[in-house]
């Protein structure tokens, strides 16, 4: 059973920073495809950015450019940095893992005020 915890949520002001951060509870960390999405308030949830095991990112156009996903294999961690927050990125944040499975965190609240 794979377990993914999530840290980092807040409230922040436009324009500021968050580092959100998800600890995998795997055997092989690197196996899995490590993902965050997010589900805006009244909205379905939509990915946000995603990395291989390789390392190969993936991110969704509104977040290019300010938000930086990494992943640590010595600590089973998968990083979100977010830079340049916009009220339009409030929302509950969930970190993913996708083996042949996928998985999800509780979700973190993230709020940027105007």
């Known amino acids: 059973q794979v377990q993914l915890v999530e840290s980092g949520g807040g409230l922040v002001q436009a324009g500021g920073s968050l580092r959100l951060s998800c600890v995998a509870s795997?055997?092989?960390?690197?196996?899995?495809?490590m993902g965050w999405y997010r589900q805006p308030p009244g909205k379905q949830r939509e990915l946000v950015a995603a990395?291989?095991?390789?390392?190969?990112?993936n991110y969704a156009d509104s977040v290019k450019g300010r938000f930086t996903i990494s992943r640590d294999h010595a600590k089973n961690t998968v990083y979100l940095q977010m830079n340049s927050l916009k009220p339009e990125d409030t929302a509950v944040y969930y970190c993913?893992?996708?083996?042949?499975?996928?998985?999800w965190g509780q979700g973190t609240q993230v709020t940027v005020s105007s």
């Open positions: 993913n893992a996708a083996n042949i499975q996928m998985y």
């Open positions: 795997v055997k092989i960390f690197n196996i899995y495809t």
């Open positions: 990395i291989t095991g390789g390392g190969i990112t």
